[in-house]
């Protein structure tokens, strides 16, 4: 039996503009190859080297022998919930796989956004005007917040700047929409604690902007608190807005919902949110999920009024999207509305985000790679 050597593919897709001009160096091309690869990649979003048509047969036939290849995940499944949103399972060649979501007029946290207003019907879903693409950055995740099901995979690894980069580029060709004709905001709200991930996750968004076509204007961070790195964070001249999962009005209370808030506590947490440097006009979010009975009283909403004062915050406000293996359960809307009320009266501009696909498991918080769903899968 002829056995195959075993040499690793190299990935076109997480290589910025100076290691494709490397690459095309090496395999002794001229300089201008290095564009049309990036272009094919990033731009067109090809899912082989065959397909790059601007390479000449023989440079095809090169890389294809060099064990080159695009490095587009895979879509293994698709769930398409009735608001609209849909929930990718993209999959890498480990066998490790994430979760992707796609919201038609989702929310990418900007003020006024409409997330605190009503229903998007099928009919609004096919005539969008915006779309919001809520990217993963770790195969799980290690921060263990109570709430959430994705802390209940614990981490699994890290994704490279490939993998991230790549799930926008798979959701993009699998919507045929491309930025910056049509208005694309990312989160990087999925699984994962990109904090935790920071070069990769700061490699993707270098690639999402300056490759893809993104504007970082158009890109949101959540942290749940990782403080060094929100210091980090604040030194980069390209990045994305800042959101921290706040989630609670004491230290007590974090605690036992957030563990990481041991190691940096609220007085750190928002010593560095008011380091943060912001531009002309930014808020930095603050994300706080409902609880029924343990956060959402109208004592706690004035203890968050005090932790945010001075500061140019906004707040969302997350209704707990349940699930199973999850002990709490969501507030009523009247508990919502008052904890809102509080804010909005100290001046603190907040939102009710609805939720988003629900019924698919697509919410914040849901994402658990679950397969075993009532909707069935669209393929
Ligand atoms: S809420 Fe975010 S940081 Fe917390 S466990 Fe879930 S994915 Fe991790």
């Known amino acids: 039996m002829n056995a195959v050597p075993d040499v690793p593919q190299i990935a076109l897709m997480g290589l910025d503009a100076s290691e494709v001009s490397a690459l095309v160096s090496r395999v002794g091309e001229p300089a201008y190859r290095a564009q049309q690869i990036l272009d094919a990649v990033y731009r067109q979003r090809l899912d082989s080297i065959g397909e790059i048509t601007t390479l000449p047969q023989p440079l095809r036939a090169s890389l294809n022998q060099k064990r080159v290849v695009v490095g587009m995940p895979a879509i293994e499944r ?204 930014e808020r930095i979010t603050f994300e706080y999920v409902l609880l029924h009975g343990v956060n959402d009283s109208v004592g706690d909403a004035e203890n968050v009024v005090e932790l945010l004062r001075g500061l140019k915050a906004k707040v969302n406000l997350i209704a707990l999207n349940p699930g199973p293996g999850i002990e709490f359960s969501t507030p009523g809307e009247g508990q919502v509305h008052a904890f809102q009320q509080v804010l909005m009266r100290a001046g603190i501009p907040a939102f009710v985000r609805r939720p988003r696909g629900r019924d698919i498991y697509a919410a914040c918080g849901q994402l658990k790679r679950t397969v075993e769903i009532a909707t069935a899968p669209v393929r």
Request: aromatic fraction near 6%.
């Open 78 to 281: 698709k769930f398409v919930s009735l608001d609209g949103t849909v929930r990718y399972l993209i999959g890498f060649p480990d066998g490790q796989s994430v979760e992707t979501v796609w919201m038609p007029e989702g929310d990418g946290g900007e003020a006024g956004d409409g997330s605190e207003a009503g229903d998007a019907t099928e009919e609004a879903a096919k005539n969008w005007d915006r779309a919001t693409i809520c990217v993963s950055s770790q195969v799980g995740c290690a921060v263990d917040c109570q709430f959430c099901l994705t802390a209940q995979l614990g981490v699994k690894r890290n994704l490279t700047a490939g993998e991230i980069v790549g799930q926008v580029c798979a959701v993009l060709k699998d919507q045929k929409v491309s930025p910056p004709q049509d208005r694309i905001n990312l989160v990087f709200m999925g699984m994962g604690e990109p904090f935790l991930n920071y070069d990769n996750f700061m490699k993707a968004v270098l690639l999402l902007v300056q490759e893809v076509g993104i504007a970082e204007s158009r890109m949101t961070v959540s942290t749940a608190g990782i403080v060094p790195r929100i210091h980090d964070f604040g030194l980069e001249q390209i990045r994305p807005k800042l959101a921290i999962s706040l989630n609670a009005s004491n230290d007590a209370q974090r605690e036992k919902l957030m563990p990481l808030n041991r190691k940096w506590d609220l007085e750190k947490l928002l010593a560095a949110a008011r380091d943060f440097p912001l531009r002309n006009r």
